[in-house]
């Protein structure tokens, strides 16, 4: 058993505590690999932000557990390396579906877990939550709960068919189970295909397509209940159109590509949100450039010839949502 502190990271408690004061969301990158996670570090060091290093179920099983476990833990050590010497990193379990996988997350040395009930009966979800959550508090790490179900491409994504979170049930949910913080569904979903084209419409400055707004008013519906809990968004890429169309140049074939716009994500960390899930958006960086040099430099065949520039790429990407999507720059409680 190791506990998080020893591997110097923090729990979400204080960070999102600070974040729905501040009107700023944290992000939470996921990562697979090494380039992956050192983008995500020098991002955050670069510009001083508080990160969520997020591990889901397959992740696990793509890098290994313990693999992933001890690259977080190099993490802390790359920051301080790189001159942030007081690094606020969360090694969060991304969507963890069973009691065990939350304990064996825990039992890591992670800091956070989200159990994942949302598929199930609303008593289900209370009990397994509560049940994740008796566990992970002992040694205080934060556990997330999600209420609603997020919309899949092809779901009617409506409140009449619940799957928006119902916000008559978010004080029961929350006070019942003694989660720290809750992802909501209010339209976001998940990979680079949210919407159908049909739901959206053309912008006639760009010809891009833009889609229906989020459920703000379910947001404000759940703030209103639970004042100042930290609300989480998942699904929440924005599907950047530069680098569909890098992807689609260079022999890629993603055919309405379509994500969330970055002024609703903005608006959406000025409120409760607290906590921005985002994955898509840096696979897509990362294929673009590699695709790139596979198509402009057919010579190369040393890896680090198309894995560094995908790790420029997704290093810029991650900076972008920090400081212009998130505002979660210079947000370290020690900047030095
Ligand atoms: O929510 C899903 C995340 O993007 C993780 O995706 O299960 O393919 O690792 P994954
Ligand atoms: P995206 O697929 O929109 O990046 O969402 C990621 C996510 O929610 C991870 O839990
Ligand atoms: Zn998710």
Redesign the pocket.
Known sequence: MVNYKELGLVNTKEMFAKAIKGGYAIP?F?FNNMEQLQAIIKAAVETKSPVIL?V?KGARNYANQTLLRYMAEGAVEYAKELGCNHPEIVLHL??GDSFELCKSCVDMGFSSV?IDGSHLPYEENVALTKKVVEYAHQYGVTVEGELGV?AGVEDEVCAEHHTYTNPEEVIDFATRTGCDSL?ISIG?????Y?FKPEQCHVDPATGRLVPPPLAFEVLDAVMEKLPGFPIV???????PQEEVETINKYGGKLEAAI??PEEELRKAAKSAVCKI???????LAMTAAIREVFATKPAEFDPRKYLGPARDNMEKLYKHKIINVLGSDNKLAQLD
């Open positions: 939470a996921n997020q889901s991304d969507h989200m997020l992802a976001t979903s998940h990979g680079a949210k968004l998942h699904g929440s890429s924005s599907v994500g969330i899930n985002i994955d898509s958006d840096s696979r």
